[in-house]
């Protein structure tokens, strides 16, 4: 059974531009979670989402972000007109339940703006 | 709001030193308390877990017990090795719907030779 995967490993973006991240869960998974890491830093969560719906996006920037979970294919993080400020590790974890139980996380992503 | 207190790294031990990383979190509800360990350039992995008061998390000798009465969730292990070289992160995870953990800061741990 694949473990969380996440691509790309690594996408360097000029400011302005828009980025795309991608998470598949693991298989049989169907809660996702996005979390960002900023340098030195802790995992902030910021948004979970079950197939095609979005439960809780909280944690999620207002403007330039947005998340997606469809029927078939990959979770998308995508951010619209990157800033410095965006670069950081994006990471992904899926989850077979809504419980509070284990979270697997995916290798991350690390996006840096120029 | 919710939200958990780590001990700050970064900590440096000599190999076969006795390990204490210290984690209080808010008592607002009941939640399940966990420890992850991120390696260089990975994502978290799961460490241990305790879902209920008095519970003992163990794993890889490292073991954590959920202490009810002082919120707090310490990790120990007795005898660090070098590929315990990491960063540790505490993470209550809180009943509500959105079931999303609250991770502390991380703290980085060097073991030396």
């Known amino acids: 059974n694949a473990g969380v995967m996440q691509n790309p490993r690594h996408l360097v973006r000029r400011r302005g531009q828009e980025a795309r991240l991608r998470c598949s869960p693991m298989?049989?998974?169907?809660?996702v979670y996005w979390y960002r890491q900023l340098p030195e830093e802790g995992l902030k969560f910021m948004v979970y989402?079950?197939?095609?719906?979005?439960?809780?996006e909280s944690g999620m920037p207002k403007e330039r972000f947005s998340a997606e979970f469809p029927k078939e294919g990959p979770s998308i993080l995508r951010i619209q007109q990157v800033v410095r400020g965006d670069s950081a590790a994006y990471f992904c974890?899926?989850?077979?339940?809504?419980?509070?139980?284990?979270?697997?996380f995916g290798p991350g992503t690390r996006l840096t703006v120029t | 709001g919710d939200s958990v207190t780590q001990m700050e790294g970064p900590v440096t031990l000599s190999e076969e030193a006795f390990l204490t990383i210290n984690c209080t979190y808010t008592a607002t509800g009941y939640p399940s308390l966990f420890w992850y360990v991120q390696y260089p350039g990975e994502g978290l992995q799961l460490l241990l877990k305790?879902?209920?008061?008095?519970d003992k998390g163990s794993n890889k000798g490292f073991e954590a017990t959920y202490r009810k009465e002082t919120t707090s969730f310490h990790l120990e292990k007795g005898s660090v090795q070098v590929s315990d070289s990491a960063v540790y992160f505490c993470?209550?995870?809180?009943?509500?719907?959105?079931?999303?953990?609250?991770f502390g800061p991380g703290t980085r741990l060097s073991v030396l030779p």
């Open positions: 305790a879902t209920k008061a008095d």
């Open positions: 298989k049989g998974h169907s809660h």
């Open positions: 974890a899926s989850s077979p339940r809504p419980t509070p139980d284990e979270q697997y």
């Open positions: 989402l079950q197939k095609e719906n979005i439960i809780d």
């Open positions: 993470a209550p995870s809180y009943h509500n719907y959105g079931q999303n953990f609250v």
